[in-house]
């Protein structure tokens, strides 16, 4: 990512990626997009009033909602390419002092749900590939994945622990999961998944409950 936008995003955010910097603001769609939707609503309602002319406000409520849909994808995206960049320095395991925006998306990696949900995705592609069922849509490297059924399941198991995880193993776990062109969906790279599994199981426990520093 070209350093104009890492530069527009810390802008955005009133916070440095490292260092104390300030509180954090980051792009938020829904409350961006509140006070077009309020004004869309208020277009609404005097459309139904009789003194005023109907089609010119039902145009203005129908406007007023076009903008609200088009800044709340507009602060969407930035979100996205927000947590992009802080999970790319996270990934290639830079060190530096702490800052509000580290402790964000650390948070938000290693949390109960995010670390359920990533266990549960885990869960299926074991599924997917038992034996027992049909090859389904999703191209998964069936016999890698049963080959390497015990390093998955020691993941899930580590992911739902109560101890803490690292927020860069769950990137690696994600990464392997949802990469089309990595060992998890490529035929013949049955030992490199494995490895890429064993990687990702020992940087969950690497500074495990801190946020990089």
Do not use: K
């Not at 949900?117 to 592609?125: E, G, H, K, T, V």
């Amino acid at each position: 990512m070209g350093a104009a936008y890492r530069d527009f995003m810390v802008t955005r955010s009133h916070v440095s990626l490292f260092g104390p910097g300030q509180p954090i603001d980051l792009p938020r769609p829904a409350r961006s997009a509140a006070p077009l939707v309020a004004l869309a609503f208020l277009a609404l309602f005097l459309a139904f009033v009789p003194v005023v002319p109907r089609w010119p406000a039902a145009i203005a409520a129908l406007a007023f909602a076009l903008a609200a849909l088009a800044r709340a994808g507009h602060e969407r995206h930035a979100l996205v390419q927000l947590r992009a960049t802080v999970d790319g320095l996270l990934l290639r395991d830079l060190t530096g002092p702490c800052s509000p925006l580290l402790f964000w998306r650390c948070s938000e990696l290693t949390s109960i749900e995010a670390r359920e949900q990533l266990a549960a995705s885990i869960a299926r592609i074991e599924r997917a590939a038992a034996p027992s069922v049909l090859p389904g849509s999703a191209p998964i490297n069936r016999g890698a994945v049963r080959i390497h059924r015990d390093d998955l399941t020691a993941i899930i198991d580590r992911l739902l622990l109560p101890e803490p995880v690292s927020a860069r193993g769950v990137l690696l776990v994600r990464r392997l999961l949802a990469d089309p062109a990595g060992p998890l969906f490529g035929a013949e790279r049955d030992t490199e998944l494995g490895d890429q599994l064993r990687e990702a199981l020992s940087a969950l426990d690497r500074h495990a409950g801190r946020v990089p520093r």
